[in-house]
């Protein structure tokens, strides 16, 4: 947590927010936040000058694309960043500020401190860690049904393990995963190269539904997840598992069950999503 849909709102938020503004000065407060370059003091050096052209997404990744370089930014369990005016209280756990030339501030918190920077230079940001091994986007054009089950075959694995492995398809995590198996009528444990062509299809619209419905509600708010402007996403509100143990299937009125696949907790309908 974030998943694709609660780091697109993130990002959308913050291109109305930073998109065109000059970073005057870069201050870190806690240095294992930033991985590359090694040298905290050369990552603000090098970030100071530079404009922020555009806010792009990858996976969990939120991009920022200046001048010369790409700033990579994960958020982890609960980073988030927000706008600030000269002089506004620096509130706790706040662990890099983003000086801009009119004098207004980027601040990144983050409770865990879990989250990571990486600064690369643009010509090889996409190629290189943490980028260059991730797998498709499932919003992208290119993400089709034909292509999902050629992914798909011959793969032996857990459909649900896969689906959270980032180098097979980026942007999922655990709740969406499980919202996408209870529409698509798909267990968890079956394997995912056993999956009939029907199925792969109505998984690759659960999928694609899924997220894009997420990402219009802004996100679901679980736990402490906010956008850029501190405001909560409402997909929660439409969760048909995930969370939901014990209450009654919105289909069959099943009781939801919860399990552990490849060790992450699992919501499913037991009549829906028949083993």
């Known amino acids: 947590m ?52 555009r806010i792009e997404r990858r996976a969990k990744f939120i991009l920022f694309v200046l001048d010369h370089d790409i700033l990579i930014s994960h958020l982890r369990m609960e980073g988030r960043y927000g706008l600030y005016q000269p002089g506004d209280e620096v509130e706790k756990h706040t662990h890099v500020v983003f000086r801009f030339t009119d004098k207004t501030e ?53 459909i649900k393990p896969l689906l959270l492995n980032q180098e097979f398809l980026v942007g999922l995590g655990n709740i969406y995963v499980d919202e996408a198996l209870f529409r698509a009528s798909i267990h968890p444990e079956r394997p995912a190269g056993k999956l009939t062509s029907r199925q792969v299809a109505r998984l ?3 999928i694609v539904r899924t997220l894009q419905e997420a990402v219009d509600q802004g996100g679901s708010s679980i736990k402490s997840y ?47 999503q028949k083993e």
């Open 226 to 272: 906010v956008n850029g402007q501190g405001e909560m996403g409402m997909f929660q509100q439409s969760l048909k598992v995930y969370g939901r143990k014990g209450e009654p299937c919105e289909v069959c009125s099943t009781p939801i069950i919860r399990f552990v696949v490849g060790g992450r907790g699992t919501h499913i309908c037991p009549r829906c």
């Open 204 to 206: 690759h619209e659960a």
């Open 106 to 158: 980027l601040r990144y918190r983050d409770v865990r401190q879990f989250g990571t920077m990486d600064l690369l230079p643009a010509d090889v940001a996409m190629t290189e860690e943490p980028l260059g091994k991730l797998g498709p986007e499932p919003l992208d054009e290119g993400f089709t049904p034909d292509r999902l089950k050629k992914m798909l075959k011959a793969k032996t694995t857990k």
């Open 2 to 53: 974030p998943e694709l849909p609660e780091v697109e709102t993130v990002v959308r938020t913050l291109r109305k927010l930073v998109v065109g503004k000059t970073i005057d000065q870069v201050i870190v407060h806690l240095p294992r936040i930033i991985r590359r370059p090694d040298d905290v003091q050369h990552f603000c050096a090098q970030l100071a000058g530079q404009t922020i052209h």
